[in-house]
């Protein structure tokens, strides 16, 4: 298998297996395409993750009733929906008391799954996180029967990405709004779901760039424990590629970049353009890559 795409909505995108040499894989549903309708207005597809035994699942959310929730479905190798996962392949999960949106979905060795997201709780969002055990039902050992939510104050916060640590934590990146436009967010969590109070302030970090809007995308753990956010430094209608390092314990690490940060204009020159980076991963020979989008020359 040379890649794996998938989407799932009630407007549908397929979900493709591609096989080698590009074709279409005959073993995923006969024909390589998977659609999944989940019989409510609308359904989106945001992540994916492919388990050991060639399960996969996918996360997002789904609107269902007046809000929306998150969804997570899990197929097996041939694509059909594992009937042991939830209510024949679904779990739908209502976190807050308004729209909740998964973002991001990561596999423990365990064999649990951490969706993350946002959840409205009034007039603003917070950082969601839930995690479901093997079958789809919540984990009532995590957080409040399964599910987390973390406010950083006045203003909208959003968890995009989220990553795994050998010790069982769990990290969010996503990005805050505050007055003075967004700033890259990043919170840590216990393996019991309870903010980890060695990491940053009380569990939480946030970093301004610019004088603009910053915002994390992805996020990679680095094999020394340091953590590497990935997205976009914008002001106005302008951005550049966003990278920034974190030591373990939160604070910036100052041997990389300038004060532990990196902007990358991709050539459409200074102040003008938009580049976003919407993923990030650790080479084994400790170089970061980075991969996004970028408006060049107009294009």
Known sequence: ILGLFATVTAAPLPCRLVAQGGALDPDLDADGIVITDLAHDADYAFSLVVQP???FVLAGYTYLGSNYMFAVVRYLADGATDSTFGANGVALVDVGEGNDQAQAVALQPD???????????????????VRLNADGSLDGSFGEGGTVTTDFGIGSAVARSVALQPDGMVVLAGSWDTDSGDVIAVARYTADGALDEDFGTAGKVTTDISAGSDRALAVALQPDGKLVVAGVDSIGPFADFAVVRYNGDGTLDNSFGTDGTVSTDLGSGSGTGSDWAYAVAIQPDGRIVAAGYGEVANN
């Open 53 to 55: 035994d060639g399960r």
């Open 111 to 129: 064999g649990k799954l951490v969706v993350a997201g946002s959840a409205v709780n009034g007039l603003t969002s917070d950082f969601a996180l």
